[in-house]
């Protein structure tokens, strides 16, 4: 009996080995494929491009959302043992604030840099862009002429005086807007420009972009400095309000004869430890294909970082632009100066 109980126990060992194989090996494909992302995005679109995503590679995507600068400081502290892969804005100057913290690593791809318009790369390799927009000036139909726009700086002009709407100057987009200023023409030339604009508001800064442009058609204001894609939201609405607020202004594109308008990007930055590096890079290269980019621009009326692929139709319709082709990392460069301008000159 004792051979017998003893080919039983080797038979049992055996079992129990192949157990632990079967087990082992489980564990290693219930291995969650998966991506993280801090985001500072606020759009729906966003969600629609993650699922689409997800759907395409089985590769789950987490969103992180919060303001750009809490979303940096998340980062910097947790350092090494972030759980972020990417780092997603809405201003190429958090993206450069981002890369100067040492927060990002290069990204050298060659589809990404196939996918993307070539001037809207960053020069430094820290990031990518996903889509882009405008800052633009909007005007009522029934009270301004569209011979009477032309530049950011004849915004400072006495002819506009009580009648330009424009949100606070702790948005992002203003200080973006402010720091190219900064940028291209210099500090003086920005405080005094700033300095003048203020004197011209229609009321103290308040409220959001889209804001600004029910102003217009509640008749506070004439023109407003506004983000392109706000625009399209407006005219696609199913709100009645926001559809005859889109309905009462026109879009102007500024500085078309000298250095172009204003744009900004929305954009990615990869961690510098990120630990789903290549599911990361999945989704870079994901988001900037052309059928990402239709998703984006019919969605959120954005501009698309891909050249193939056209603007909505709405956007469409506005014409074509020149684009101020400045180093957008000069959009972070020149923050600080910016800020110092907005609060100097009163420009809440
Ligand atoms: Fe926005």
């Avoid at 080995?17 to 087990?23: H, K």
């Avoid at 559809?243 to 954009?267: E, M, T, Y």
């Avoid at 603007?311 to 800020?339: C, T």
Wanted: glycine share 6%; proline share 2%.
């Amino acid at each position: 009996t004792q051979g017998v109980s003893s080919a039983a126990s080797d038979v049992y060992k055996r079992q129990i080995l192949i157990y632990a194989l079967l087990i082992g090996c489980d564990n290693s494909e219930k291995k969650i494929e998966e991506v993280n992302l801090y985001s500072q995005r606020h759009y729906k679109v966003d969600e629609k491009q993650y699922e689409n995503f997800t759907k395409k590679t089985g590769i789950k995507v987490n969103v992180i959302k919060a303001n750009a600068d809490e979303l940096i400081e998340r980062l910097k502290n947790e350092g090494e043992n972030s759980p972020a892969d990417l780092f997603v804005s809405v201003d190429a100057g958090k993206l450069q604030k981002g890369a100067n913290l040492g927060l990002f690593q290069k990204v050298s791809n060659r589809v990404i840099e196939n996918n993307v318009s070539k001037d809207l790369l960053d020069k430094n390799g820290f990031w990518i862009p996903i889509t882009y927009r405008a800052r633009i000036i909007v005007y009522s139909n029934d009270r301004v002429k569209k011979e009477d726009l032309s530049t950011y700086e004849d915004l400072s002009h006495e002819k506009w005086k009580g009648r330009i709407l424009v949100r606070s100057s702790s948005n992002a987009y203003n200080q973006a807007l402010m720091s190219s200023i900064v940028a291209n023409l210099g500090s003086d030339v920005a405080s005094k420009w700033s300095n003048a604009v203020v004197q011209n508001f229609a009321r103290d800064p308040k409220g959001s972009d889209r804001d600004q442009v029910k102003a217009i058609a509640a008749g506070q204001g004439d023109i407003a400095i506004v983000n392109s894609y706000y625009i399209g939201l407006l005219l696609s609405s199913q709100k009645e309000e926001e559809l005859n607020a889109g309905k009462a202004v026109s879009v102007f594109f500024p500085n078309q004869n000298d250095r172009g308008s204003h744009i900004n990007v929305s954009g990615i930055g990869l961690t510098k430890n990120s630990p789903n590096k290549e599911n990361a890079i999945k989704l870079m290269e994901y988001l900037t294909s052309e059928e990402a980019q239709n998703t984006y621009v019919n969605n959120s009326y954005e501009y698309p970082a891909n050249p193939m692929v056209k603007p909505s139709k709405i956007v469409q319709d506005w014409g074509e632009f020149k684009r101020d082709n400045l180093d957008l990392n000069n959009l972070g460069i020149y923050r600080d100066e910016a800020l110092k301008i907005f609060d100097k000159t009163g420009w809440k």
